[in-house]
């Protein structure tokens, strides 16, 4: 299951899955992005797609496991690469942008892991991956809500992994350095591009994290932050 699965790392996920046979449950807000990504998918890939799903809402992320589990019986693993970015300082501006980042990247990360749970405690087996940022370990100047909402993510992310390590599941959350997605190529026309991290290189970690072989690695804030 990969959650924002229109957006720049959803997709790398969704398409470095596909071809490895896997039964994949695609999800994000958007429609019309959703099902013409999955159209361009190989016509083997098994696919469900979950259009129009605020998974901000506990009841939309419990459908969303329940048409999973209709469809392919279980939920192995679950991907959640919903998120983004929003910087400020702290001065009386700053509550509605606290609670835009606390509800995209904290709330939904939280409400999308207890939808899952059930399922995979049911089955001994699951494997979580949520996506943090390295301000969520130490916050730099107009990073308040974003870093506090990211570090939420890794604290939630290390919860699961401790009251679920005799249960088969793992949990664990990746550290972005910077993507090379067009929005960043666009909102940063002169930055150093061999700096970023391309969003198929962090798909291939997360495929190793949701693998049987990756069962020893849990509880962690992984960084991918490339070598530059
Ligand atoms: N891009 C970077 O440089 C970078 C760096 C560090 C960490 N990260 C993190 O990496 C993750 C992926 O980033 P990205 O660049 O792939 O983001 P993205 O392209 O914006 O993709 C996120 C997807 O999630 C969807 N979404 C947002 N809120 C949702 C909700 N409540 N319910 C369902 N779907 C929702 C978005 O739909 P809409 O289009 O409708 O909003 C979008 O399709 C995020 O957690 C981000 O914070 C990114």
């Known amino acids: 299951m990969v959650t924002g699965a229109a957006g720049n790392l959803g997709r790398a996920v969704v398409a470095t899955l596909a071809g490895r046979d896997i039964c994949l449950v695609c999800v994000d807000r958007s429609s019309e992005e959703l099902e013409a990504f999955a159209r361009t998918l190989p016509p083997k890939a098994r696919v469900l797609t979950f259009a129009g799903a605020d998974l901000s809402d506990p009841i939309v992320a419990q459908a969303m496991v329940e048409a999973a589990v209709d469809r392919f019986g279980r939920v192995d693993a679950m991907v959640n690469t919903i998120g983004g970015f929003a910087t400020g300082p702290v001065t009386t501006h700053a509550l509605a942008q606290w609670d ?18 059930p399922v995979m405690q049911a089955a001994s087996y699951g494997r979580i991956v949520h996506i943090a940022a390295v301000p969520g370990l130490k916050a730099g100047a107009h990073q308040a809500a974003y870093a506090a909402s990211k570090a939420a993510v890794i604290r939630l992310t290390e919860s699961i992994a401790a009251e679920h390590r005799n249960d088969g599941i793992t949990a664990n959350c990746i550290l972005p350095g910077t993507i090379d997605t067009p929005q960043n190529r666009a909102a940063m026309p002169d930055a150093k591009t061999t700096a970023w991290v391309s969003s198929s290189s962090i798909a291939q970690l997360i495929a190793f994290l949701i693998s049987p072989a990756a069962a020893v690695v849990t509880g962690g804030a992984i960084p991918a932050t490339g070598l530059a």
């Open 100 to 117: 835009m980042m606390m509800t995209l990247n904290a709330r939904v990360a939280l409400v999308t892991s207890v939808a899952v749970l």
